[in-house]
């Protein structure tokens, strides 16, 4: 197996794109994972990135061609002015100060800069309560609410992914959950993502994806899945209830008794884009600029994709590394979730190949990993996926 690649020490060129450079420019607001994985998928696109982020050391600077730091909520005019300069613009965080500023002051950005976001679908999506309720108005299966019987799986209203959720065993621990918090039956099963896309009349369903949970519940892998009727209808329902303009994640467990939706996120999400796009050739952010021109919509899917990832099997996954006293590696990699990887300070590209990227996540002695692997098949993807772990245990040994 060949692994000749670009490693560190080498000048990297990890922004080379897959779509012809089309001389458009991207803002992205936000540099912390969403703002990493959107900047990516925009250089794959072929497009100029323009990164806004308050935070000096934002991840995202790494796949930028331009940095801003400052905060955009306390400087509007510098904010309007870099818009003037821009194609498109697109939100990658969720802070709600900085969400609500921008639908606030949302027609005085240039009007040659589309915005890539729906305001109202966001809304719902980020207060689980009214995204329940939602999914109850147009007949989607969502886990019974305050079921009678252990366990439970309790989550709060309003925090992202899962942040804070947890099963509960037993009567008594619950009465430790905190007020508000949204109290579920808990399912057994894999959990399932599907992203789509619209205009708010036409929608694109892209490639459904195996979400893999640490033992806190956060994502530590991601791996493609085959087609689902079931789950695409269920999407196209929740999107065309929404009259969605923009993008949005639905997550489902796949129980005994078929789908229930946990949760939609009607923002750019993390993690998953990427493995999309090595599973189905399909580039999110390709897609997501075509439901903001002209007649979106049929044959939009293959203006957006990438012949020569269509059909192969990617894995992406976040490790921690750690010393240990054990020869000869003196090192262990543990699979985590991407809490991981944002407690870097900084974010390096270490080796990048046809088949194998690796992105090391530091602050001073602390190592994360994130390594994405894919091929023709599963089995040769795995092969370089444990090829690429042994690379980032060489080197820090």
Same mark, same amino acid.
């Given at each position: 197996m060949c692994l000749s690649g670009k490693s560190m020490g080498d000048q990297l060129n990890v922004f080379r794109p897959d779509f012809q450079k089309s001389g458009k420019r991207i803002c992205l607001i936000g540099g912390k994972l969403q703002g990493v994985e959107a900047a990516y998928l925009s250089q794959k696109a072929g497009l100029h990135v323009i990164l806004i982020d308050k935070n000096k050391d934002a991840l995202a600077r790494e796949f930028a061609d331009e940095f801003h730091c400052f905060d955009v909520t306390a400087d509007k005019k510098r904010f309007v002015e870099i818009s003037q300069n821009a194609d498109f613009m697109l939100?990658?965080?969720?802070?709600?100060?900085?969400?609500?500023?921008?639908?606030? =002051?949302?027609?005085?950005?240039?009007?040659?800069?589309?915005?890539?976001?729906?305001?109202?679908?966001?809304?719902?999506?980020?207060?689980?309560?009214?995204?329940?309720?939602?999914?109850?108005?147009?007949?989607?299966?969502?886990?019974?609410?305050?079921?009678?019987?252990?366990?439970?799986?309790?989550?709060?209203?309003?925090?992202?992914?899962?942040?804070?959720?947890?099963?509960?065993?037993?009567?008594?621990?619950?009465e430790s959950v905190p007020a508000g918090y949204l109290i579920e039956e808990y399912v057994e099963g894999p959990?399932?993502? %599907?992203?789509?896309?619209?205009?708010?009349?036409?929608?694109? =369903?892209?490639?459904?994806?195996?979400?893999? @949970?640490?033992?806190?519940?956060?994502?530590?892998?991601?791996?493609? %899945?085959?087609?689902?009727s079931d789950l695409r209808k269920i999407t196209l329902d929740l999107a065309k209830g929404l009259n969605l303009k923009g993008i949005m994640d639905v997550e489902a467990i796949k129980g005994q008794k078929g789908f229930k939706v946990l949760e939609i996120d009607a923002r750019f999400p993390s993690q998953t884009p990427i493995c999309v796009y090595f599973s189905s050739g399909v580039n999110l952010i390709s897609l997501l600029i075509e439901a903001?021109?002209?007649?979106?919509?049929?044959?939009?899917?293959?203006?957006?994709?990438?012949?020569?990832? =269509?059909?192969?099997?990617?894995? %992406?996954?976040?490790?921690?590394?750690?010393?240990?006293?054990?020869?000869?590696?003196?090192?262990? @990699?543990?699979?985590g979730g991407e809490h991981l990887v944002s407690k870097g300070k900084k974010l390096t590209p270490i080796f990048v190949?046809?088949?194998?990227?690796?992105?090391?996540?530091?602050?001073?002695?602390?190592?994360?990993?994130t390594i994405i692997s894919h091929s023709g098949s599963q089995e040769e993807a795995e092969k370089y996926h444990e090829a690429a772990k042994l690379m980032v245990l060489e080197k820090n040994t």
């Open positions: 939100p990658v965080n969720e802070n709600q100060k900085t969400i609500d500023f921008l639908e606030a =002051v949302q027609s005085e950005i240039s009007p040659s800069c589309a915005l890539l976001f729906d305001f109202g679908a966001y809304r719902i999506s980020c207060d689980k309560n009214k995204s329940k309720n939602y999914f109850r108005s147009v007949n989607v299966p969502t886990p019974a609410d305050r079921p009678t019987e252990p366990p439970f799986f309790i989550k709060p209203p309003n925090e992202s992914g899962s942040t804070n959720a947890r099963i509960v065993r037993t009567e008594k621990e619950l959990v399932w993502s %599907l992203e789509v896309i619209g205009d708010g009349k036409h929608y694109n =369903v892209v490639k459904e994806t195996h979400i893999h @949970l640490d033992d806190v519940y956060d994502c530590n892998q991601v791996t493609p %899945l085959p087609e689902s903001f021109g002209k007649n979106y919509g049929v044959g939009s899917l293959k203006k957006a994709s990438c012949d020569k990832y =269509v059909g192969q099997y990617c894995i %992406l996954e976040h490790f921690i590394y750690e010393e240990t006293n054990v020869a000869p590696v003196y090192g262990k @990699l543990t699979s190949s046809e088949n194998i990227e690796i992105y090391e996540f530091a602050d001073q002695k602390y190592r994360a990993y």
